[in-house]
């Protein structure tokens, strides 16, 4: 097998004929096949589905039919997961620069610690915004050089420090 790679993430079981909804991350949006194979976890095991049917927005949300899913129930087992495909399967990426080309770099504040993946970059007219999600919510912060301590390129590691109690108003803590 191949070097798997993750693209995106199941977000819920669709309809009553198995759909799954989706998420691509922004990298691998427009990299995929029209048909692709992803890899998906089904009794403790990776394995591959094909593709019945695949229709992705350009906002990187989708619909999925995988082969021998035929109910709801049985989709429901890849919520949450994420979707692999193999690395070779991927069309080559455009040149990126600026923010954009840290997408899929995995944050690591320096008092919190690893946070995730930058999930998307939104290009605002003063700054750009970084987004990632803690706690199962999505968390913008700003993409400015105070905020940016640097990167480890090798191993797709971009070092930040948030702004104070940003993270407690996504997910505040209990008390």
């Known amino acids: 097998m191949q ?6 993430r199941v977000n819920r079981a669709f ?7 989706f998420y691509l991350l922004p990298p691998y949006r427009h990299r995929l ?11 403790q095991t990776l394995l591959p589905f094909e593709t019945e049917e695949f229709d ?14 035929r109910e709801r129930t049985q989709a429901q087992q ?19 620069t600026g923010p954009a080309a840290w997408l899929g770099y995995n944050l690591h504040d320096e008092q919190v610690g690893p946070l995730g993946p ?12 970084g ?5 199962e919510k999505e968390v913008l912060f700003p993409l400015h ?9 090798e191993r797709r590691v971009l070092f930040v420090r948030l702004p104070d109690g940003l993270l407690d108003l996504y997910a505040p803590r209990s008390s």
């Open 145 to 153: 050089e105070h905020f940016l301590l640097g990167a480890d390129h």
């Open 56 to 69: 992705v927005t350009p906002s990187g949300h989708g619909l999925l039919l995988l082969q021998g899913i």
């Open 3 to 8: 070097r798997l790679i993750c693209v995106g």
């Open 33 to 43: 096949p029209d048909t692709p194979v992803f890899f998906l976890t089904h009794r």
């Open 15 to 21: 309809g009553l004929k198995g759909h799954l909804r």
């Open 118 to 129: 930058l999930e998307d970059v939104l290009l605002l007219p003063q700054h750009a915004l």
């Open 131 to 135: 987004l990632f999600r803690f706690r």
């Open 78 to 96: 890849f919520v949450g997961q994420s979707l692999m495909v193999e690395a070779s399967c991927l069309k080559a990426a455009p040149e990126v």
